[in-house]
């Protein structure tokens, strides 16, 4: 029998650790920097992960959501985190926090809807984990592009 929540929970653990290898490949002297002037940084990127994984794990867990950080907040909290040893520690953290509220989701209620992000009214268990997997998966495809830019066309993970 298909266990979803399990499913679920290894889809996450490979979509960190496809985040962070590729995170962790990316040239330290370019993990804060803006490619190109425009583009937010990899550690950027890196720790929106790790925002809309709490989220989504409040959501599932019924607690109070987090506030979304203004521009001002969410820069302050990247100014903390300018090492890859600390986004890295904050994206994995708060993937393990989603992982156990995966876990704790009754079978019966993946259809239950939420709501999570005003954009996204009414978005429901099941659509919320897969969210989570695909904007792991969108960001870790900007790392990638990062890497294709310092002329890196190898795979990380």
Known sequence: M????????AALDR?????????????EESRAVSPGGAAR???SV???????????????????????????EYDE????LQSFDAVAAFVTHETLVLRVAVRETAPSAWG?????????????RFDAVLLALLHMSYHDGQLNHVHLLGGDSKIHW
């Not at 239950?112 to 429901?124: A, K, N, Q, V």
Request: with cysteine; charged share 20%; proline share 9%.
């Open 15 to 27: 979509a960190n650790d496809r985040l962070i290898a590729d995170l962790r490949a990316v040239p």
């Open 77 to 80: 909290m990247l100014a903390h």
């Open 41 to 43: 940084s990899p550690y």
């Open 2 to 9: 298909l266990d979803l929540a399990e499913r679920f929970v």
């Open 112 to 124: 239950e809807t939420l709501e999570i992000f005003p954009s996204r009214p009414g978005m429901s």
């Open 46 to 72: 890196a720790l929106e992960c790790g925002i809309i994984n709490a989220r989504i794990a409040a959501a599932l867990e019924g607690k109070s959501l987090p506030t979304t950080p203004t521009h001002g």
